[in-house]
Structures are given as C-alpha cells and as structure tokens.
C-alpha cells in the first residue's frame, strides 16, 4: 500500500509553487498587454483618458485579440505554438509600430499626468486597491484556483491545442462526443495559453486566476471612474470582487479560475468602452469641440467587440452585459438631453456584438448545447428512454444526485424568486441555505431599501451624470429580478427554474454597489466643495476598509482537500494504462483527462441543457451506483467499460477537484473483493488496481488522442 507524504510537509512545496509562479504570470501579463496597449494606441479609444482607464481596456483588447488569433488559428487547423507566436509578434509590432509613429503614446501620456493631477489621492487610492489585489491573489496558494469545474474547461482547450484545431470529438462519458461551442472564444483562448504556460493544470490556472483577479478590479475600478465615482471607485470594486468578509458570487468565483470571471473581464469592459462612446461634459471631455457634443466610433466598436467576445466566452456574463448598457440607454434617455447620442451608440453596440458573438459561436464546429431550452419534451423523451416515472427531473439529479431530490416536485413563485434574489445580495444561495441559516424577512429587504434611499438621495442632491447611474442602478436590478421570474414561471426543469437564483443572481450585488457609492460619491463631493482635506479623508476611509475586506485569505493547504485529491490523481495518471478507465465514487467534469491524461468512467461535461447526453451521463451514473452497491459482483461491469482503476473517496473531502459524489461506501470495503488490489492510499481516499486488467476493445481509444498526453 503506498501513501503519499504528509499534507503538513506537502504544504511548504505547493505554496512554494507562487514563487515559480513569477516567470508564467509576466508571461502572460505580457501576452495580453502587448497588444492591447497597441491596439488602444492606434485607435486612441482611450484618448483623454486616465491611465487605469487605458490599463482596463489594454487588457480586456488583449484578451480579445489573442483569443480571437487562437479561435482563427483553430478553424484553420494552425494552432501551433510556432505559428502563434509568428502571428502574436507580427501583430503587435506592427500596432504598436503604427501607434508610435503617430505620436499617440506622447498623447495619451498628457492624459494620464492631468487626470492625476486633478485627482492625486483617488489615482493613489486606486493603485493601491489595485496592488491589494494582486497581493491577495497571489498569497493564496496556487493549487486552490482549482475547481470542479476547472479541469473541463481546460481539458477542452488541451484537446484544441493537441489537435492544432477544434478535434472532431470528444471523448466523455464514455463515449465520443460532438463538442459544444458555448464557450468557444474561451476554449481557444486558454488553448493558446496552454502553449504559452505549459498544460500543467496548478500553474496555468494559478496564473490566469491572478490576471483575472486583477484585470477586473482594475476594469471595475475604471468603470465606476468614468461613471462619475471617482472618489469611491476603488471601494465599489473591492465590494464587487474583493470583500472577502461577506463574499458575494462575483468574490467566490474570483478564488478560482472560472470561465464566469474572464466572461465578467470582458463583460464590464463592453460597459466601460460604452461609456467612452458617449459625449463626456464639457469640462471633462478634451475631444469635445465647438459643435457640441459628438459620437465616438472607436469606443463603440470596441464595446461591440468586447461585448461579442464575451458570448463565446460565458452567455451568462454577456446577458449583464447587454443588460447594464441597455440600463444605462434607458436612464439616459430619462434623464439626459443627448438621447439621440445614447440610443445610437446603445444600438450600434449590440448590434456589433450580435454579428461578432453569433460569428463566434456558428463559425466554430459543434453544437452550442442548449436544446434542453426549447421545451419540456427532449426531457420527457429522456424519462421514458431510461424507464423513469414522469415526476423524475433529471437535471435536478445530475446536479445533485439524489434520486428522491430528483422526485420531488418543487412549485416556484415570484416570492421565492424575490427571497433567492435577497439571498444572493447576502452572499448566500437560498436553495442550499437550510431553514435555520436563511435570513429573516426584514434582514432581507435591508440592502434593496437602502439601496432605493440611496437613489432618492442621489436624485435630490447629484448631478446629472451620477443621476443616470443611481436610475440605471433601479433599472439594472429589476431586470436581473424579472429575468429570474420569468425562467421560474416558464420552466419546470430545476436546472432552467433556478436558473435566476443559481446563475443570474450572481449579479444582485452589482445594482446595490453602484447605489451605495454613487450616493457616498454625492456625498463626498458636496462635502468637499466645503471643506479642504475631503479627498485625503475619503482615500484613507477607503484604504482602511480596503484592509478589512480585501484581508488576504489564505487557505490552510494542509486542512483543504487540494493537496491530497491532486496526489491522488497524479498517481494514478502514473500507474494506470493509458487504455484503462477510473471508476470513482464522484462524478467528475474533466480532473483525469486534465491531470492524469486518463479517461474517467463517470467524466464528463454537466450536460444539463443536451438531453441526449444526460440520458447517457444519468445512465453510466445509475450503473456505476449498482457497482459500488454490489462491488462482488460487478467484475463484468469493469470489464465492459475498461476499468482499469476503482477509487474510493474519503467523506471528509470536500468537492474541490474530484467532483460531486455519486456512491457511499463504508471506509475499506473494498479490501474484501478479491480482484480489487489496494495499491494506494491517502487522506483524499483509496486507489484499488483491478488484477488482470484487459481493456475492452470496444472502448474508444485514449492513446494518442487529443487532450490526454497518453502514448
């Protein structure tokens, strides 16, 4: 029986892994920026602007155009790490060549001296929310930027970037399946990545986790900024992802790297390019001449673009995105005398980001994987497929694998909704909050009435530009709130009814956030014109709560389940052949493929919303809990799926990489079946070799196949 080392000891080495951390994180500072700083030169979106304004969108472009070149690389079967770079230089050198020789560094650097100048200690203030950020990130220890969800994802862009293109399949569940593209862009982004930082599944997500991290506290920070908020800026974008004392979604997501926070980088970017588009007052605004105000192309098109980007990246991100512009056309037009100017720039964004997401997502070989949407009858078509009763809700099973859970029939109505959305404004989510954790009734309507006696406020006393932000705020909120009505009352699948609480939500706190510091910016700004010192009161309010929330968490490697859970896949990836399959007791979205390069029995994508292969992902779920049910007897079952390794999970484990469990076994029960031989053992759980393993010719196979690095 072998055992892994001690956690306590193994600690100091993965932590030790953020200082080897340093080479992949300017690499890729470096993949992103470069070009991002050229391509903002050369169109001058930025022109006038601050420097953190022009750092946000240097880095939402880069991340545009780099994923842009892999997803083109990839249609036409080069992505290569030769030709991606050849391409990455030539286009870089030659933006930047072009910007420089019409003077628009000289420019914009004229910008960036007067706005410090007119506000020193909101720029200071800034860079220090900034700094923090990128502190925090980097103090947590790399291994815990893994999620569940994290290896399928990069899984997925292993296998583009293996195949040099998008692979004819992909091999899940069991079988060979047709890839989805809902999040095409992402995939070829991170498939480029993966030939920049190595496919090492610690490091590359430790890298783009720190990023992400700081690229949207940045891009937040300039958003509220060019709303209007400058002396609140920093304090809005440490709520939004940086307040780990009462974390919302948008925080939780940010400790991992997720597809939601790079959709979120370039979502808020759409929103902050928008906000370049229009015409700024005339005090602030150097590009406004004597014809009064005008339309900005460039911004536009890049809010467009960006906004495109982000429906190939996450869908989810890019319906706030849509929301908050349309938010703040709206407010605009109630509120401001160009409304015209609002409607034409609202208009020419989306539809820019229409053509741009809907080539993204059609160019792209596959499906897009949201037939489950259409209706109640591919589930209904299901049911009968696998011989389940009618009240059986498959999509509430595969996320949580209880089979009464799945039965029970749950009505939604708007009051649910309502207490889901207040619930999420808390940082919780009300379907796994139990009775006695939920909040009472007057707790939860707290944040929405402040949040509406902030808007009054703001009415009363702002001016106009921070007018329009506290409206679009009311409006931006209520969206969010209907949006999640309607999937309640429209669906009866648990996955599409809780889509608002479970998804949508996640964006509750945005509203209350910018109704809070667009009226501490009112108020701020009043006292200021009244009293000397204001703006030094404020940056030291701000960065004395900047100390309190934005506290570095720094997970106990040796109590989490990362360190443990990745020794044990990496020694299976070790010593199972390549052709044999892992049953495990969880199920798990793509930590073999990833880590180890080996096929899992019960591993594949949540296919939640492709009916067909949740047919086939419930089924091999059902047949590998009849297995851990009866393990004496289950020899043929492991022989007709290739099993070549049975994994046992400790109970004590939480998620973190190995996924959701399916089966409970008592702690050893395995050692008694004698064509089960113990070979491993530590504190994630037990690895049992099967003796006289021959992989089933009928298989697909694993060796050589994109994704797996199995020969």
């Given at each position: 029986?072998?055992?892994?080392?001690?956690?306590?000891?193994?600690?100091?080495?993965?932590?030790?892994?953020?200082?080897?951390?340093?080479?992949?994180?300017?690499?890729?500072?470096?993949?992103?920026?470069?070009?991002?700083?050229?391509?903002?030169?050369?169109?001058?979106?930025?022109?006038?602007?601050?420097?953190?304004?022009?750092?946000?969108?240097?880095?939402?472009?880069?991340?545009?155009?780099?994923?842009?070149?892999?997803?083109?690389?990839?249609?036409?079967?080069?992505?290569?790490?030769?030709?991606?770079?050849?391409?990455?230089?030539?286009?870089?050198?030659?933006?930047?060549?072009?910007?420089?020789?019409?003077?628009?560094?000289?420019?914009?650097?004229?910008?960036?001296?007067?706005?410090?100048?007119?506000?020193?200690?909101?720029?200071?203030?800034?860079?220090?929310?900034?700094?923090?950020?990128?502190?925090?990130?980097?103090?947590?220890?790399?291994?815990?930027?893994?999620?569940?969800?994290?290896?399928?994802?990069?899984?997925?862009?292993?296998?583009?970037?293996?195949?040099?293109?998008?692979?004819?399949?992909?091999?899940?569940?069991?079988?060979?399946?047709?890839?989805?593209?809902?999040?095409?862009?992402?995939?070829?982004?991170?498939?480029?990545?993966?030939?920049?930082?190595?496919?090492?599944?610690?490091?590359?997500?430790?890298?783009?986790?720190?990023?992400?991290?700081?690229?949207?506290?940045?891009?937040?920070?300039?958003?509220?900024?060019?709303?209007?908020?400058?002396?609140?800026?920093?304090?809005?974008?440490?709520?939004?992802?940086?307040?780990?004392?009462?974390?919302?979604?948008?925080?939780?997501?940010?400790?991992?790297?997720?597809?939601?926070?790079?959709?979120?980088?370039?979502?808020?970017?759409?929103?902050?390019?928008?906000?370049?588009?229009?015409?700024?007052?005339?005090?602030?605004?150097?590009?406004?001449?004597?014809?009064?105000?005008?339309?900005?192309?460039?911004?536009?098109?890049?809010?467009?673009?960006?906004?495109?980007?982000?429906?190939?990246?996450?869908?989810?991100?890019?319906?706030?995105?849509?929301?908050?512009?349309?938010?703040?056309?709206?407010?605009?037009?109630?509120?401001?005398?160009?409304?015209?100017?609002?409607?034409?720039a609202g208009g020419a964004v989306l539809g820019i980001a229409l053509l741009v997401g809907g080539a993204i997502l059609?160019?792209?070989?596959?499906?897009?994987?949201?037939?489950?949407?259409?209706?109640?009858?591919?589930?209904?078509?299901?049911?009968?497929?696998?011989?389940?009763?009618?009240?059986?809700?498959?999509?509430?099973?595969?996320?949580?694998?209880?089979?009464?859970?799945?039965?029970?029939?749950?009505?939604?109505?708007?009051?649910?909704?309502?207490?889901?959305?207040?619930?999420?404004?808390?940082?919780?989510?009300?379907?796994?909050?139990?009775?006695?954790?939920?909040?009472?009734?007057?707790?939860?309507?707290?944040?929405?009435?402040?949040?509406?006696?902030?808007?009054?406020?703001?009415?009363?006393?702002?001016?106009?530009?921070?007018?329009?932000?506290?409206?679009?705020?009311?409006?931006?909120?209520?969206?969010?709130?209907?949006?999640?009505?309607?999937?309640?009352?429209?669906?009866?699948?648990?996955?599409?009814?809780?889509?608002?609480?479970?998804?949508?939500?996640?964006?509750?706190?945005?509203?209350?956030?910018?109704?809070?510091?667009t009226a501490g910016e009112c108020l701020a700004t009043r006292l200021g014109r009244e009293r000397r010192g204001t703006?030094?009161?404020?940056?030291?309010?701000?960065?004395?709560?900047?100390?309190?929330?934005?506290?570095?968490?720094?997970?106990?490697?040796?109590?989490?389940?990362?360190?443990?859970?990745?020794?044990?896949?990496?020694?299976?990836?070790?010593?199972?052949?390549?052709?044999?399959?892992?049953?495990?007791?969880?199920?798990?979205?793509?930590?073999?493929?990833?880590?180890?390069?080996?096929?899992?029995?019960?591993?594949?994508?949540?296919?939640?919303?492709?009916?067909?292969?949740?047919?086939?992902?419930?089924?091999?779920?059902?047949?590998?809990?009849?297995?851990?049910?009866?393990?004496?007897?289950?020899?043929?079952?492991?022989?007709?799926?290739?099993?070549?390794?049975?994994?046992?999970?400790?109970?004590?484990?939480?998620?973190?990489?190995?996924?959701?469990?399916?089966?409970?076994?008592?702690?050893?029960?395995?050692?008694?079946?004698?064509?089960?031989?113990?070979?491993?053992?530590?504190?994630?759980?037990?690895?049992?070799?099967?003796?006289?393993?021959?992989?089933?010719?009928?298989?697909?196979?694993?060796?050589?196949?994109?994704?797996?690095?199995?020969?």
């Open positions: 029986m072998a055992c892994t080392t001690d956690p306590h000891r193994a600690a100091p080495r993965i932590l030790a892994v953020s200082v080897a951390l340093v080479p992949e994180v300017l690499e890729l500072c470096a993949y992103l920026l470069v070009p991002g700083i050229g391509l903002c030169l050369l169109t001058r979106v930025c022109l006038g602007r601050s420097l953190f304004t022009f750092l946000a969108l240097a880095t939402a472009t880069g991340f545009a155009s780099v994923g842009s070149l892999s997803l083109v690389l990839a249609l036409l079967g080069m992505l290569d790490p030769p030709t991606l770079f050849v391409c990455w230089v030539i286009g870089s050198a030659s933006t930047l060549v072009v910007a420089l020789g019409r003077g628009s560094f000289r420019v914009h650097a004229l910008g960036w001296a007067e706005d410090f100048r007119r506000g020193p200690w909101e720029a200071a203030t800034a860079a220090l929310v900034i700094v923090s950020a990128g502190i925090a990130r980097w103090l947590m220890p790399a291994v815990s930027a893994i999620g569940p969800t994290v290896p399928r994802y990069w899984a997925d862009a292993l296998e583009i970037a293996d195949a040099g293109g998008f692979p004819d399949g992909s091999l899940q569940w069991g079988t060979i399946l047709t890839p989805t593209t809902s999040k095409v862009f992402l995939n070829s982004f991170n498939a480029g990545a993966s030939l920049l930082l190595g496919r090492d599944l610690v490091t590359s997500q430790a890298a783009l986790r720190f990023v992400a991290t700081v690229g949207l506290v940045l891009i937040a920070i300039a958003l509220f900024r060019e709303l209007g908020i400058r002396r609140l800026a920093p304090l809005g974008a440490v709520l939004l992802f940086l307040d780990h004392a009462r974390p919302n979604d948008l925080v939780i997501d940010l400790t991992r790297n997720l597809a939601e926070d790079w959709g979120r980088l370039a979502a808020f970017a759409a929103v902050l390019a928008w906000c370049l588009a229009r015409p700024a007052p005339a005090e602030d605004d150097p590009l406004r001449g004597a014809g009064g105000p005008r339309i900005r192309a460039g911004p536009i098109v890049v809010s467009g673009l960006l906004l495109g980007v982000t429906a190939g990246t996450h869908l989810v991100a890019a319906s706030f995105g849509v929301a908050a512009i349309c938010a703040l056309v709206l407010s605009s037009l109630l509120l401001e005398r160009t409304r015209m100017i609002s409607i034409a059609v160019a792209a070989p596959g499906q897009l994987g949201f037939g489950g949407a259409a209706g109640e009858d591919p589930y209904r078509d299901l049911r009968a497929s696998l011989g389940l009763p009618p009240g059986f809700d498959p999509t509430r099973f595969i996320t949580t694998h209880d089979v009464d859970a799945a039965l029970a029939v749950e009505q939604t109505d708007v009051g649910d909704v309502a207490s889901q959305f207040a619930h999420k404004v808390w940082g919780a989510n009300a379907l796994n909050v139990h009775a006695k954790g939920r909040r009472p009734p007057l707790l939860l309507v707290i944040p929405p009435i402040l949040a509406l006696l902030c808007v009054a406020l703001v009415l009363v006393i702002g001016p106009t530009p921070l007018r329009v932000v506290a409206v679009s705020a009311v409006i931006l909120g209520a969206a969010l709130f209907l949006v999640g009505v309607v999937f309640a009352l429209r669906y009866d699948v648990f996955v599409l009814q809780t889509f608002g609480n479970r998804r949508l939500f996640s964006y509750a706190i945005v509203p209350h956030v910018l109704a809070f510091v703006s030094i009161v404020v940056a030291a309010a701000v960065t004395i709560s900047t100390v309190f929330l934005v506290a570095p968490v720094r997970e106990d490697v040796s109590r989490e389940p990362w360190t443990s859970q990745l020794a044990l896949v990496r020694w299976i990836g070790r010593h199972v052949p390549c052709e044999g399959r892992v049953l495990m007791d969880r199920r798990t979205l793509g930590t073999f493929e990833a880590v180890a390069g080996r096929a899992g029995v019960v591993e594949g994508m949540g296919p939640h919303l492709r009916p067909d292969v949740l047919a086939l992902a419930i089924g091999e779920v059902f047949r590998a809990r009849a297995f851990f049910e009866r393990p004496e007897d289950g020899r043929a079952y492991l022989r007709e799926r290739s099993v070549a390794a049975v994994v046992i999970t400790s109970h004590s484990q939480g998620i973190a990489m190995l996924g959701y469990r399916i089966a409970n076994l008592r702690a050893g029960r395995l050692d008694r079946i004698g064509y089960l031989v113990p070979a491993f053992r530590n504190r994630a759980g037990s690895v049992y070799l099967v003796d006289g393993f021959e992989p089933n010719p009928a298989s697909p196979r694993v060796a050589g196949r994109p994704g797996y690095a199995c020969e």
